[in-house]
Every structure is written in structure tokens, then in C-alpha cells.
Nanobody, 127 residues
Framework: QVQLVDSGGGLVQAGGSLRLSCAAS????????MGWFRRAPGKEREFVAA????????DYADSVKGRFTISRDNAKNTVYLQMNSLKPEDTAVYYC????????????????????WGQGTQVTVSS
């Protein structure tokens, strides 16, 4: 069992930055793929980024490439999402998720692939 706690959301002006954190419990964190998803008001949950067990492989949604960076610190059981050059369309509740596979697969972009979810953290970008 893995428990995930998201934090770091807030209100920021367009062009600003935020760093989200996801703290995980459990000794198996370092063997899991970790992902970030988001859900904007009135929209379905969408993939944002994913990272493999050691941080050597990452994947991003086209909408955030070049602006967001996913990373992890296995010693701290934490995964991060650094968000730069934020836009109003980035406004959403952001969720971290854990997949018991160690390596990214095509399905790493799909929410149904993930076994565990955080509670979400709100990010609001004002124009």
C-alpha cells in the first residue's frame, strides 16, 4: 500500500512558477513509476508528466513540454513537478499518482494505469 500526499499548489500570476511536491509512504516508492495528472473545471483528468523509478526516463504532455519538469528524490520518497511560465490554462487540481511498474510504458499517459493517487492540490493561474 502506498499513500500519496500532494502539496505546493496556490495562486500565481501568468508567467510565474510553482513547485508541487508529492510525499509517498511505503518502502516500495523507489520502484514505482510516478505521474502527475490534472483536472480543470468542466474537463476530464489529463496526463501531465511521468517519471520512471530512477528518474532516468521522463515523459510530458505536449502542452507542458519545455515549461514543466518532473523529478524525484527516492531518499526522501518524494516526486516534484516544477512548473514555470505558467499560463491561465494550467489552472487545475493537480494529482500525483503511483504505478507499480518501474519503467514507463505507453499506458503511463493513462490514469487507469495508476494504482494509487494523492488527494490533489489546487493550482490557479491568474491572467
Amino acid at each position: 500500500q502506498v499513500q500519496l500526499v500532494d502539496s505546493g499548489g496556490g495562486l500565481v500570476q501568468a508567467g510565474g512558477s510553482l513547485r508541487l511536491s508529492c510525499a509517498a509512504s511505503g518502502r516500495t516508492f523507489s520502484s514505482y513509476v510516478m505521474g502527475w495528472f490534472r483536472r480543470a473545471p468542466g474537463k476530464e483528468r489529463e496526463f501531465v508528466a511521468a517519471i520512471n523509478w530512477c528518474g532516468g526516463s521522463t515523459d510530458y504532455a505536449d502542452s507542458v513540454k519545455g515549461r514543466f519538469t518532473i523529478s524525484r528524490d527516492n531518499a526522501k520518497n518524494t516526486v516534484y513537478l516544477q512548473m514555470n511560465s505558467l499560463k491561465p490554462e494550467d489552472t487545475a487540481v493537480y494529482y500525483c499518482a503511483a504505478d507499480s511498474r518501474a519503467e514507463l510504458v505507453y499506458g503511463s499517459k493513462w490514469s487507469r494505469t495508476y494504482d494509487y493517487w494523492g488527494q490533489g492540490t489546487q493550482v490557479t493561474v491568474s491572467s
